[in-house]
């Protein structure tokens, strides 16, 4: 009994490692966003431990509304795999997803997702209003708080630099 719990633990502590390092993995695409002149997010989407698409936010560069770090991610993702459906999948997002992020996070079914900052302005996630919560098809597990100041502190940052 004492074995599984010992890799029950074991499990736990690599899986938070990962997330740890799939987050460092989204403030780096958050800061090219902001390198772009583009506010700074970053998402990661990973299978297990092997990452399969990154992206970050380029509303500005393409002049497209839909153009979220986590929009960008979903599809590289679908390509990359070739199927829509990501319900294996954890999506890192330095900051909490507003609506029609968190409508297309449901809709590809994805697994879990970890973010950094909560949005309190458009969070979907649990901060503004909670999409998983309704019968929408999927309900991720999600998990808030991962390196959150880092990811508060580059939005802070680029704003306060903004004005």
Known sequence: MMQNKEKCQDGMKN???????????????????????????????????QVIATAHNQKELLNDVSAHAEIKVLRDAGKQRGDWRLSDCTLYVTLEPCPMCTGAILAARVGRVVYGAKNPVAGAMGSVIDLPRYPLGSKPVVISGVMEDACRELLQDFFRNCR
Do not use: K, S, W
């Not at 695409?29 to 902001?34: H, K």
């Open 15 to 49: 899986q938070q490692e990962f997330d740890l390092a799939a987050m460092q993995m989204a403030l780096v695409e958050a800061r090219a966003a902001a390198n772009e002149g583009e506010t700074p997010i970053g998402a990661v989407l990973a299978c297990g431990e």
